[in-house]
Every structure is written in C-alpha cells, then in structure tokens.
C-alpha cells in the first residue's frame, strides 16, 4: 500500500474537514479529540460528499425518573459528520452511521511526520 | 429558574457548507456518477423535480387576474406567501443539515435566463437527468388553503408564469401544471387554458382534497383531460392538521407516512369506485409516496374485494389489476436492506414498464438516477426505459438530450 503526501499538518483543523484529492480520490480530513481522522468523500448511501456537510452532536434524550422526556440536548462527546445531501450521519471517530453501524465511511489509515500529513492508499 | 447555556449555530451562515453555496460543486459526485455510468448513452427524465416558486411571487403576482389578492401578495411585509399559500409546519431542512436549503438564496447565477431556469439546469446537468418534470414547493399545499377562491387565482397566475417565463424559455422543463380540483368548473377551465402551451404534459392534483376525487363534480374533469390525451397525476404532500395523522410527533413519522396515505386515500377512492372503468383512457401517475405502499394497498383490497365485489361493482377485475397498469413515479425509492421486497415490488407493479424515475430534488429525500440504475436484478433495457423511456411513452416527449451528453458522445 502506497504512502501519499495529503497535506501539511497545519492545513488541518478541528472544526471543518479538510478535502484532499489523492489519486482521483477525495478524502477529507479532520482532527479529532487529537487524532487525525481520514474517510472517502463519498457517502455510502447516495454517494453525497459527506466530509463537506455540517458536523454536528449526537442528539439526545434526558428523561425525569419516570422516564418523561424532559428535553433534547446535543451531546458533544459525539461529533458527527453529516452528509449534506440527505443528513445521513456518521461519527467522526469511527465513520460508523448512527442509524446502523454496519454502514461505515471508507476510511483511511493516516500517519503525520515531519509536519506532514501522509495517508495509505 | 435554570437557564440552558446557549447552544451553539451548527448552520450558521459562514460555515463552509453554506456560504458560497452552489449547485454543481455540490452535485459534483453526482456528475462523476453520471460520467462513470455513460448516461450518455441513453435519456434521462425525472417526472417530479421542484423548484421553490415563492421565490419569484412578485413575478407570478403579475399574472394573477384579481387585483385586490394580487395586492395582498405584494403589500408591505407581506411579499412572500402571507395569505396566499399554506405554511407548512416542519423541518424539511433537518435544522440546516440539508445544506441546500440555507445555501440556495446565496446561489449566485446570471442575469439570463431565468433564476429558476440556470438552477434547474444545474442539478439537472449533475445528475444526468436530459429533461424534467418541474412543480412547485409550498404550492403542494394550496389544496388545503380555506379560500377555494385563492387557491385558484394562485393557480392560474402560476400557471401563466410557468409557461410564459419557464416552459416557453427552455425546451428542457415540462410540466404538469396546477389543477384546482376543490372548484371543479375553474379546473375545467384550467385544462382550456394549458393544455396545449408548449411544455404541459399533463395535469396535477396535490396533496389532500376537499372532496374525494371520486366526486360527482369531477367527472367533467376527468372527461376533459381524457378528451385532451392528457395525463393526471397526483403528487402526494402531508398534511399534518389531517385527523389520521395529528397523533404523530415528529415531522419523521407524519412526513413517512403523510406521503404515501395521501395516495393510499386517493387511490382506494379511485379504483373502488370504478374510475378506470368509466374514464378508460385517463392515464394516471402517482406521484411521491415511494413504492412500498403500492404492494400493500394491492394486497389489502384484492383481499378485501375478493370478499365484498358486491362493493364494489363497477370493477371488472381485481384493484391490483387496475393498479398495475397505472404510472407511478419513483422516489423516495425504499433502498435500505429491503433487496428481496424491492424485487417483489417490482414485480408486482410491473416497474419496466410503469415506473418512471424521479427525484424529487432539491428536497431533502431526493434520489439520484442511480437508485434505479444500480438496482442489481434489473436489465440494461429496464433501467433504461424506467429513467426515460417509459415517461417518453407516457408524456409523448420529443427528448432533447442535455448538451454535455451530446458533447461526451461527440469526443467518443
């Protein structure tokens, strides 16, 4: 498997991926909770340019002891990307879809070296 | 008292999803589905496509013939759809998810030709898609505005604006126009008025109806468009106030199942009472409920009428065999692990035939032609005839293929 230069590690944030065309294949790139995070630009549903859409919380649910929603609330231990074709969305650490986790991203393994940011491919 | 701490904007207007939104970039993988499965080899129609005619409402104001609705369109405060179209109570964009609904007013387009006309072509021109079928957002609703009398003046002053500034202007966009079917002689009208402008292929009634469509105030109607050759569909909507669906909570559960019960409703009035029999060269298209509700309704009534025909005795055959030689459009297409009762479905319909691909776009479930052209157990020729052909046949299309098509076949 062939290493590529992706980009400098300084042209990654932590709030919007990063796109990156390697071999007629983009990728977006992030970091995340201190770790570079890399997955194929294409949703597994539609085909949607996932990494390029909103990232946002897991939503959740809290209950009062009789188990009656007492609100939503985002929770932001869980990030998300969200394709901005259909809002299919999947988490950022795992490229897992949050609707069922047999459906994941394409992902990407991702070393930084000397400043740089280079990706298997 | 505990107040939440403020939630962060997740869609705010500088995220890099939303500003400088446009169209082609972000179809960009569409177009390379395009281009990976030579769909310039073959024509592409979508017979449900949307654009979001409030946006031009001055326009179409100028087109409305009572002066005093037309003035309560454009007063102060009012431009937009005060008074004049149903406001729809639900998220369609999923709180700024669906990026293309914040991201489309700042779309930046030329002068010429219309705004509509250079946002239509780009999706189109990213899908594949030669020709489509154009309708309206928020006027899906205009069925169930209280003033029968403003639903038709809207009507015809869209209507009007569609074929004079759209339809004339691109060979591309058909339609099937607005039918105000709660005022039955303005709907008679109405197929007068446009069944012969360039660009109308058929009629369309949305969404809930005041009176069921089997209505003795309907035959006219449905008389009329038969005389004209003239298809009728009817594109489905959720009306959330409906007393069947009011227990629902959430904008997922009334839109799941608002669409395709607003066709169910529709279709068993109409085939029970017997209108294939009586309008028999009427041909219909049901429009937006997806596919899964089809297979059932056929298996619910053929259950029941083979029990009760006394009910029903206009019919001379089963309802699913009424059903199965009506049109139905596409999307949304249910394509999550459902592989073996997607088959049987479209068995059931007699999809290579009767399916007609469309994609609903620029809504938030709308579905690519690859939906249809990677399903696995149909033939080059049936997914061909289902993302063109068969709407070719149904609306008598002239194709006019897209021009990147004609130039990636020129260059081999």
Known sequence: MAEKLLCASSDISDTTARICEVEGVEIGVIRHKGTIVAYRNVCPHQGGPVCEGLKMPRVCVEFDEQRRPLRQNFDTA??????????????????????DSKIRLSRYK???????????I | ????????????????????????????????????????DFFICDVDSHHYETEALPEILQYMDDPVLRHLGMSAGNVGRAGLIPQAIGSQDMAGRVTRYAGRNKEVVPEKPHRDITLTRRWMDAMGVDMACLFPTPMLLLATHPQPEVEVAMARAYNRWLCERILEEDKRIVSMVYLPMNEPHEAEKMIDE???????????????????????VNMRIYAKLEEHGMPLGFHAAYHWADSSLAQLNKFISVHALGFSFCNIIHMTNWVLNGMPERFP???TMWIESGL????????RLDNEYMMRTSDAPLLKKKPSDYMREMFYSSQPIELVDNKEALEVTFKMINAESQLLYSSDYPHWDMDLPSTIYDIPFLGEKAKRDILGGNAQKLFNLDPVMSDWKLEARKAG
Not at chain 1, 110 to 120: L, S
Not at chain 2, 17 to 38: V, W, Y
Not at chain 2, 202 to 212: A, I, M, Q, V
């Open chain 1, 78 to 99: 869980e990030m998300h990307f969200v394709c901005p074709w259909h809002g299919w969305e999947f988490k950022i650490e795992t490229g897992e879809a949050v609707g």
């Open chain 1, 110 to 120: 991702v070393v930084e070296r000397d400043e740089n940011v280079y990706v298997e």
């Open chain 2, 1 to 40: 008292m505990t107040l939440t701490p403020n939630s962060p904007n997740y869609s705010s207007d500088t995220d890099p999803a939303i500003k400088e939104f446009n169209t082609t970039k972000l179809l960009k993988n569409a177009r390379k589905q395009a281009e990976d499965r030579n769909y310039k």
């Open chain 2, 194 to 216: 446009f069944a012969e402008r360039k660009g109308v292929v058929g009629f369309l009634s949305t969404g809930y109806l005041k009176r069921p469509v089997h209505d003795n």
């Open chain 2, 281 to 283: 060269k009427l041909k």
């Open chain 2, 292 to 299: 899964a509700w089809i297979p059932f309704l056929m298996q």
